[in-house]
């Protein structure tokens, strides 16, 4: 007897604690008409033998706050930002746009290995960018360099890591276009899609528990969000309420899979609701639209510790990478249409124009600025060297292990007989001791 008193009381004491937490209420009869008491689901009965339809409602709309030639549609959607704020987005948009050219002229002639382009969804990037805080933290694909530039990234740096030289902060150690920031709060962007999603759900769930008053802003493409750590990130930041914005690009392709081959639903901001999380979809041509929803979601995360699926639609005018000629799977018509007739960087501009903010002296001006400036950072990044080539045995752990300390004496050892079989001279020497 005494015994299974013993036995039993660890499980009425957690009956307790629920019931003091107000986790679990015991189900009561009330009435024949009662509502069902599934703990699972808030619903009523019926006795109709029916399937939801997933097409029981036209898509989500997408807002917008401009139309095709700038002019704004509501006057109360102008978000009113001051002309100085405006005109970084417009010069960041077309930094980025002439980074792209030449970065991508100079993977064409083999002077660096690898790049991918922005063409057509600057507005996403800046647009959003522009209504966050410098604080707040974020986490990207690899195709939303535009956040970077907004937050004053040096041309330079975007360099460095392309080339891979002695001043890349990453040590030369990835490929192109995986950036990364401390000081801008940029996460480094890693290869393998949908990782960063959960991640970024962690990262508001510590700003949270700090009350910090920043939310975390991570960005994906639709493609990436068929992965399974997309679901995973959408649920925990429901279920432990996280101020983080969910930035979904939805440029219509990923690489060369069309969105009907990727998902049968509503898109992505469809799936928002699903998981309890509110969602909008957006113009991601619209930088207006783009920068209204994205302060909107930001204060009602910080406000309300929850997440906010934010679903841009735009298309995706460049080629995937430079890895690809997406001549091979979609019609040069139909990237003619997006790049001439809607294209987020024009609109803005028209925007500008119609506030008599811009103008094509002012254009032309920057064009040339701006052309020069990117040439200037090119150069100076070509002619360095690339970092020590011991920095390869480095931070895999915080310190290096006896075993790597080993193979690096190897490598040593092998370049004292073989090192004319290297292009050595093209490597710098590091100049603090490597541990
Ligand atoms: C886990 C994983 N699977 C596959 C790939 C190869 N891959 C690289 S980019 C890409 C397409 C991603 O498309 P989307 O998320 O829509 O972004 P977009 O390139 O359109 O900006 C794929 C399949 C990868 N990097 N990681």
Redesign the pocket.
């Known amino acids: 007897m005494r015994a299974a008193t013993r036995l039993l009381l660890p499980w009425s004491s957690r009956l307790s604690y629920t019931a003091r937490k107000g986790i679990h209420t015991s189900p009561q009869i009330l009435s024949k008409d009662e509502r069902p008491q599934f703990p699972g689901a808030k619903a009523n009965w019926t006795e109709k033998l029916e399937f939801v339809k997933s097409d029981l409602y036209d898509g989500i709309p997408v807002y917008r706050v401009m139309d095709r030639d700038g002019k704004v549609m509501r006057p109360d959607q102008d978000p009113k930002l001051p002309k100085d704020k405006l005109i970084h987005m417009y010069q960041s948009m077309t930094l980025l746009n002439s980074m792209d050219k030449i970065l991508y002229e100079s993977q064409r002639q083999g002077r660096i290995s690898f790049y991918m382009t922005n063409y057509g969804e600057e507005g996403t990037h800046i647009g959003s960018a522009a209504a966050l805080e410098p604080d707040d933290l974020v986490y990207g694909?690899y195709?939303e360099a535009g956040v970077l530039m907004y937050r004053g990234f040096p041309l330079d740096q975007f360099m460095n890591q392309c080339y891979g030289n002695e001043l890349d902060v990453g040590k030369g150690r990835q490929m192109p276009v995986h950036y990364g920031s401390k000081d801008l709060r940029f996460v480094t962007i890693s290869?393998?899609?949908?990782t960063q999603i959960p991640q970024a759900v962690g990262s508001a769930y510590a700003f949270k528990q700090q009350q910090k008053g920043l939310c975390v802003i991570c960005y994906?493409?639709?493609?990436?969000?068929s992965?399974g750590d997309a679901h995973a990130a959408f649920n925990f930041s429901a279920t432990l309420e996280c101020p983080i914005i969910f930035f979904c690009?939805n440029?219509g392709?990923?690489?060369s899979t069309p969105t009907h081959e990727q998902y049968r639903g509503d898109g992505i901001a469809g799936r928002g609701p699903a998981y309890g999380i509110q969602s909008i979809r957006v113009d991601g041509n619209d930088t207006l639209a783009v920068y209204n929803a994205t302060r909107a979601a930001r204060e009602i995360c910080i406000r309300e510790n929850r997440p906010i699926l934010v679903e841009a639609m735009t298309y995706?005018i460049g080629h995937?990478s430079t890895s690809d000629d997406s001549s091979a799977y979609r019609s040069v018509d139909e990237v003619r249409f997006w790049d001439s007739t809607d294209h987020p960087i024009s609109r803005l501009r028209k925007y500008l124009v119609h506030n008599s903010w811009w103008d094509d002296a002012a254009e032309a001006d920057w064009k040339k600025k701006s052309k020069t400036m990117v040439m200037q950072a090119f150069a100076n990044a070509e002619k360095k060297l690339k970092p020590d080539w011991r920095l390869m045995f480095t931070d895999v752990y915080e310190k290096m292990t006896p075993g790597l300390k080993e193979q690096m004496k190897e490598m040593e050892d092998h370049l004292v007989k073989y090192g004319d079989h290297y292009p050595l001279k093209n490597y710098a020497k590091a100049n603090t001791p490597l541990e």
Do not use: V
Not at 191 to 194: H, I, M, N, V, Y
Not at 220 to 225: D, L, P, Q, S, Y
């Open positions: 694909q195709r290869s393998p899609l949908g994906f493409g639709e493609g990436a969000a992965e690009r440029n392709y990923a690489i995706r995937h």
